[in-house]
């Protein structure tokens, strides 16, 4: 029974990722004043990718790409979905810090193991932002933990039930800014998405990948996107009372990044980081601070 909820949950975290891809691109082109692909261009992508010839350069790169995809899975099934996941009942906030890690260095083996100085930069301007948003990302967490004196995120989401005035959002206003610049750089979206600056370094950790090892590549990062929406959810949104509900306020979330992501210019690698380290993690020390005394 366990094997089974964990395919199911994995299934689902690649399909809704992968729609919103697709949702995410047909709101930037219309943004852009074009018609765009349909919604589910990126669920045919992987099945182009997949059937495609694909060049590797060595065992790393393989055992990288695997490594990337499964971190993101195994971080998904900590993160409860409308109350439930997938096999443990009290997600901790912890253990998914720690595991979301996972993902972001198997990317970072596998492209680097491709001796490509494109996909190395890309790699470097990628951990680089690591250390910038995961500051804020903490104290944002650490007031969370201080204001529900848990640390886990079931706990979290249910203190917020019972009605929309519940909601994180409402009394941790500043926290919630915080969190969403942080969720901003998180996902590679402008203005902090240096590490794959298509003009600059062809896309970076990209640039290597072809065939089953994009498809791979791809299904990381709606992996990403869900886990990351989810955990937004969860903290600021009450969860969801149904999976559908949060699949809504995921989507929600989302857009707003992708509508930023639209309007604002690409930082430097040092102006993200600087920016990071400045604006979102001030705003969570002054949440942090008001929840402490």
């Given at each position: 029974m366990v094997v089974i909820n964990i395919i199911l949950?994995?299934?689902?975290a690649i399909l809704v990722g992968l729609i919103f891809m697709g949702i995410g691109r047909k709101v930037s082109a219309r943004m852009h004043l074009r018609y765009g692909p349909p919604f589910y261009q990126s669920i045919l992508d992987i099945f182009k990718l997949m059937s495609r010839k694909s060049f590797t350069h060595n065992f790393v790169m393989d055992l990288g790409m695997v490594m990337a995809l499964a971190g993101l899975l195994g971080?998904?099934?900590?993160?409860?979905?409308?109350?439930h996941s997938a096999f443990i009942s009290n997600s901790?906030?912890?253990?998914?810090?720690?595991?979301?890690?996972?993902?972001?260095?198997?990317?970072?083996?596998?492209?680097?193991?491709?001796?490509?100085?494109?996909?190395?930069?890309?790699?470097?301007?990628?951990?680089?932002?690591m250390l910038g948003y995961e500051i804020p990302f903490f104290i944002i967490v650490l007031g969370l933990i201080i204001s529900n004196n848990s640390s886990s995120i079931s706990v979290i989401a249910a203190s917020q039930a019972g009605s929309i005035w519940n909601w994180n959002i409402w009394h941790m206003p500043l926290g919630y800014i915080a969190m969403e610049i942080t969720l901003q750089a998180m996902m590679g979206e402008k203005p902090f998405?240096?590490?794959?600056?298509?003009?600059?370094?062809?896309?970076?950790?990209?640039?290597?990948?072809?065939?089953?090892?994009l498809g791979l590549g791809l299904l990381t990062h709606a992996v990403s996107i869900f886990v990351e929406t989810g955990l937004m959810v969860n903290f600021f949104f009450g969860g969801g009372s149904n999976p559908i509900d949060f699949v809504i306020?995921?989507?929600?979330?989302?857009?707003?990044?992708?509508?930023?992501?639209?309007?604002?210019?690409?930082?430097?690698?040092?102006?993200?980081?600087?920016?990071?380290?400045?604006?979102?993690?001030?705003?969570?020390?002054v949440q942090l601070l008001l929840l402490a005394f």
């Amino acid at each position: 029974m366990v094997v089974i909820n964990i395919i199911l949950y994995s299934l689902f975290a690649i399909l809704v990722g992968l729609i919103f891809m697709g949702i995410g691109r047909k709101v930037s082109a219309r943004m852009h004043l074009r018609y765009g692909p349909p919604f589910y261009q990126s669920i045919l992508d992987i099945f182009k990718l997949m059937s495609r010839k694909s060049f590797t350069h060595n065992f790393v790169m393989d055992l990288g790409m695997v490594m990337a995809l499964a971190g993101l899975l195994g971080t998904m099934l900590y993160v409860p979905i409308a109350g439930h996941s997938a096999f443990i009942s009290n997600s901790n906030i912890i253990v998914i810090m720690y595991l979301m890690a996972i993902g972001s260095l198997g990317m970072a083996m596998a492209v680097t193991a491709s001796g490509n100085p494109n996909a190395t930069i890309g790699i470097s301007r990628a951990l680089t932002m690591m250390l910038g948003y995961e500051i804020p990302f903490f104290i944002i967490v650490l007031g969370l933990i201080i204001s529900n004196n848990s640390s886990s995120i079931s706990v979290i989401a249910a203190s917020q039930a019972g009605s929309i005035w519940n909601w994180n959002i409402w009394h941790m206003p500043l926290g919630y800014i915080a969190m969403e610049i942080t969720l901003q750089a998180m996902m590679g979206e402008k203005p902090f998405d240096a590490m794959i600056a298509p003009a600059e370094v062809a896309s970076g950790p990209m640039v290597e990948l072809s065939g089953k090892y994009l498809g791979l590549g791809l299904l990381t990062h709606a992996v990403s996107i869900f886990v990351e929406t989810g955990l937004m959810v969860n903290f600021f949104f009450g969860g969801g009372s149904n999976p559908i509900d949060f699949v809504i306020k995921q989507l929600g979330i989302y857009l707003i990044a992708v509508i930023f992501d639209n309007i604002f210019p690409r930082y430097k690698i040092e102006q993200a980081v600087k920016f990071l380290w400045i604006f979102p993690t001030g705003i969570a020390v002054v949440q942090l601070l008001l929840l402490a005394f």
